[in-house]
Structure formats: C-alpha cells, structure tokens
Nanobody, 124 residues
Framework: QVQLVESGGGLVQAGDSLRLSCAAS????????MGWFRQAPGKERQFVAA????????LYASSVKGRFTISKENVNNTVYLQMNNLKPEDTAVYYC?????????????????WGQGTQVTVSS
C-alpha cells in the first residue's frame, strides 16, 4: 500500500525556518497533485498549500503566502514545504496529502491519501 511519510517538524523560535518533507513510497504518485494541511490544537484541519501534478500551478493560504513554498523533487518522489519567518500561530501538526488526480485543490475531500503528520511548534 502506498504511504506518505512526513518529516522535518520540530521546535523553533519565531522568525526561524523549517523544511518539511513528504516522501511517497511509490513513484506512481509523481503525477498527482499534492497538498499540505495543518491542524492546531482545538481547531479544524485547514489548507496550507497545494501543487498541481505538473508543478505548473501552486496555491497558498493567505496566512502563509509569501512565507511558505511547496515544491517537489521527482528524483526521490518527495514533496517539500519550506517555511520561512515562522510565527507562533503556525504551530500545528502538518499533514501532506495526495489527490486522486493532477489538479490542485484546497478541498480536503479531494485528497485520498494522508501522511501521519509532523509537529511544528513555534515559540515566541
């Protein structure tokens, strides 16, 4: 069964950077649109960023636009989320997910495979 495995989370200070990684266990996912979501304590999971299967299109939540970048390396079938200028409000469990197709989406219902999540904590 195909799996998504996130890594790269941790405890950082406000203004620091982190890069999250999401490795897919099968190369067949290379053409799928991918997304990152996050869930803060006591809140619903929310959209963070998405990338189309081709990489031609990306989409970001307004709260992270200009600070976060989603990218992908096809060689190792890994999707990244580069997070710069982190803020305490970015504290959450971050999940990567894969859609059923190539079009990006901010709708969680379009994602059929999820990773286990990685914790990001930003102290002030």
């Amino acid at each position: 069964q195909v799996q998504l495995v996130e890594s790269g989370g941790g405890l950082v200070q406000a203004g620091d950077s982190l890069r999250l990684s999401c490795a897919a266990s099968e190369r067949t996912f290379s053409n799928r649109a991918m997304g990152w979501f996050r869930q803060a304590p006591g809140k619903e999971r929310q959209f963070v960023a998405a990338r189309s299967g081709s990489g031609a299109s990306t989409l970001y939540a307004s709260s992270v636009k200009g600070r976060f970048t989603i990218s992908k390396e096809n060689v190792n079938n890994t999707v990244y989320l580069q997070m710069n200028n982190l803020k305490p409000e970015d504290t959450a469990v971050y999940y990567c997910a894969a859609t059923r197709g190539v079009l990006l989406s901010l709708d969680q219902q379009r994602y059929d495979l999820w990773g286990q999540g990685t914790q990001v904590t930003v102290s002030s």
